[in-house]
C-alpha cells in the first residue's frame, strides 16, 4: 500500500514511513493511494471474526487492508496487546448499548483516559515503541490538544522507550478534570505546555514546527495529532465494530453520528464508508462552533480566529480550523491535489475562507459520501443530558450529548443511529451539576487526582519560544 499527500506532492511512501512523520513535505495529510473495497464476502468473514474472535482479531484484519511493511505475526500481536480487558475495562471493548428505539450509543471511552482518543492512541503507543526499536531511533512528539487528545497520548507514551512527548494545550480552557490527567503526570518523557490562546493556536502551532522541514529532520519531531494516518485508521475499525453489534446481516445499512471538532474521527467512518461499510449517513455535530455545520450547510468552509472561538461546555470541539477536514476534500473534489493545495494554503491563508457552494461535486457530500450535519448549544447540551437520564437512567457527556440531540433530527425509519459515545460524564462535571444537579461517578483510580502535584510550562502562543523550549530538553536529555 503506497500513501500520498493530499496537496499532490509526487512521492509515495509506505505506511511506517508516515507513522512517525506527522504532514506530507508540502504540508498535506497522508491518505492510501485507493480504499481497499470489503465485499459482501469479505464483510461476512469480518462479522465472523469479530463475533468469534474478538476486537483485536478485527483491529488486525482491518489494519492489514492498510499496512503490509509490517509482518503480520507483529501487526497481530500488537493489536492483542493493545485492546484487552484490562485496558479497556470490557471484553467487548466498543460496547453497543440501546438508548431508544432505533437509537444506539457505542462506548468508546472505557480506555485509561474514559475518552475515545484511547482507541486509537493506546494502538499509536506500541506502534511507534514497536517500529523506532526497530530503527534504533528515538521520536519527539509534538502536539496539540483540545482536551482528550493530550492525556490519551501521554498515557499511552509514558514510560515508552524511545519517544518523548511535548503536548500543548489551550491554557484555561480544558475542565478542571482534564487539565488534572495531563499536568499531573510527572514522568521524565512527559512535557505539558499551557499556550496563552485557544486550541486553533496550538495546532497552528504544531503545523508551523511540522512544516520547518530541517527542525522536524534535526529533533525527529513526529505527531500524534489525528493528522497522523494511522491515529485515524485505528479508528476506521470501531465502525465495523458498531455496525456488526446493531445488525444481524450485511444488507442492513447503518447511520452514525459523530461529535465532531477536528473531523478526524467521522473522517474515519468516511473511510469506512468509502471501504464498503453500508453506511447510510455520516452525521456531524458540532457545538457553537459550526465551522462543519455550516460548510455541509452551505458550501462555505470559513475559519475563526482566536476572538471568534466561543469557549463552550464540549470544550474538546472548541475548534474553528478541522484539521482532518482536508483529506474529505481531496476526496470530494476526485483527489485533485493542485486544486486543494490552493484551498487549504494559499485561499485559506489569504481569506480565512472558501467556498464550494457553486461547484458541482459539492452536492456529493450529502449524495455520494452520506454527509449531513446539525448543531447543538449548551442549552441543548443541558436539555439532552437531563432527558436521557431521567428517561434511561443513563448519564452521557457534553459531547455524547451533542451527538444524540442531533442525530435525533436526522433518524430514517429502518436504519438504526449509532451515536458515538466520546467521553465519560466526570471529565466535564460542572455541566453534569448544572443539568442534574449531583456529580457524575468518578472511577476509583481518578479518585482525588484534581489535587495531585502537577508539572506544566505556560507560554505565549510564539513558535521560536517553543521550538527553543523542546530543543533544550532534547539537547540535554
Known amino acids: 500500500m503506497q500513501y500520498l499527500s493530499t496537496r499532490g506532492h509526487p512521492e509515495r511512501k509506505r505506511f511506517c514511513e508516515i507513522l512517525l512523520e506527522g504532514l506530507a513535505p508540502d504540508g498535506g495529510l497522508y491518505l492510501p493511494d485507493h480504499y481497499p473495497q470489503v465485499t459482501p464476502d469479505a464483510l461476512a468473514r469480518l462479522r465472523n471474526v469479530y463475533a468469534h474472535q474478538g476486537y483485536a482479531s478485527l483491529a488486525f484484519e482491518v489494519l492489514s487492508l492498510y499496512i503490509d511493511d509490517i509482518p503480520a505475526d507483529d501487526l497481530k500481536a500488537l493489536c492483542v496487546k493493545t485492546y484487552t480487558q484490562e485496558v479497556f475495562g470490557t471484553a467487548a471493548i466498543v460496547p453497543v448499548r440501546a438508548l431508544e428505539p432505533g437509537l444506539f450509543v457505542e462506548a468508546l471511552s472505557n480506555g485509561p483516559t474514559l475518552a475515545f482518543k484511547d482507541m486509537a492512541m493506546q494502538l499509536l503507543g506500541n506502534l511507534f515503541e514497536y517500529e523506532l526499536a526497530r530503527r534504533g531511533e528515538e521520536l519527539n512528539i509534538f502536539g496539540a490538544t483540545s482536551g482528550d487528545t493530550g492525556s490519551a497520548a501521554e498515557y499511552a507514551m509514558r514510560g515508552k522507550r ?48 511540522s512544516n520547518d522541514l530541517e527542525f522536524k529532520s534535526k529533533y525527529k519531531i513526529g505527531t500524534v495529532n489525528s493528522i497522523n494516518w494511522a491515529r485515524l485508521l485505528a479508528q476506521v475499525v470501531y465502525y465495523f465494530a ?80 478541522a484539521s482532518n477536514f482536508e483529506r474529505f476534500v481531496f476526496d470530494l473534489l476526485a483527489r485533485d491535489g493542485t486544486r486543494v493545495n490552493s484551498l487549504f494554503g494559499a485561499e485559506l491563508s489569504a481569506q480565512g475562507r472558501f467556498d464550494l457552494s457553486a461547484d458541482p461535486q459539492f452536492a456529493q457530500a450529502a449524495t455520494r459520501y452520506g454527509f449531513v450535519s446539525g448543531k447543538s448549544t449548551h442549552e441543548d447540551r443541558l436539555q439532552t443530558i437531563r432527558s436521557v437520564y431521567q428517561s434511561f437512567g443513563q448519564m452521557v457527556d457534553t459531547h455524547t450529548a451533542d451527538g444524540i440531540k442531533v442525530a435525533r433530527e436526522h433518524m430514517q425509519a429502518g436504519v438504526p443511529m449509532v451515536v458515538l459515545e466520546t467521553a465519560l460524564p466526570i471529565k466535564f462535571a460542572a455541566t453534569i451539576v448544572e443539568a442534574l444537579n449531583r456529580e457524575p461517578d468518578c472511577p476509583a483510580k481518578f479518585e482525588g487526582i484534581e489535587s495531585l502535584p502537577r508539572r506544566v510550562q505556560v507560554m505565549p502562543a510564539d513558535v521560536t519560544q517553543v521550538k527553543a523550549y523542546i530543543t533544550q530538553h532534547c539537547d540535554h536529555a
Open 162 to 209: 524511545g519517544v518523548r512527548v511535548f503536548m500543548t494545550s489551550p491554557h484555561g480552557r480544558m475542565s478542571p478534570f482534564q487539565q488534572a490527567q495531563m499536568f499531573s503526570l510527572l514522568d521524565d518523557n512527559i512535557h505539558n505546555i499551557a499556550i496563552e490562546g485557544v486550541f486553533d493556536d496550538c495546532q497552528d502551532l504544531v503545523k508551523a514546527v
Open 242 to 321: 458498531g455496525y456488526f453489534q446493531v445488525t444481524t446481516d450485511n444488507a442492513q445499512r447503518v447511520s452514525f453520528t459523530v461529535p465532531s471538532g477536528n473531523f478526524g474521527n467521522v473522517c474515519a467512518g468516511h473511510v469506512a464508508r468509502m471501504m464498503g461499510l453500508p453506511i447510510a449517513q455520516l452525521v456531524v455535530a458540532t457545538n457553537e462552533n459550526d465551522v462543519l455545520d455550516e460548510f455541509f450547510r452551505t458550501g462555505v468552509y470559513r475559519v475563526r480566529g482566536s476572538a471568534d472561538t466561543h469557549e463552550t461546555s464540549s470544550p474538546s470541539m472548541d475548534i474553528s480550523k
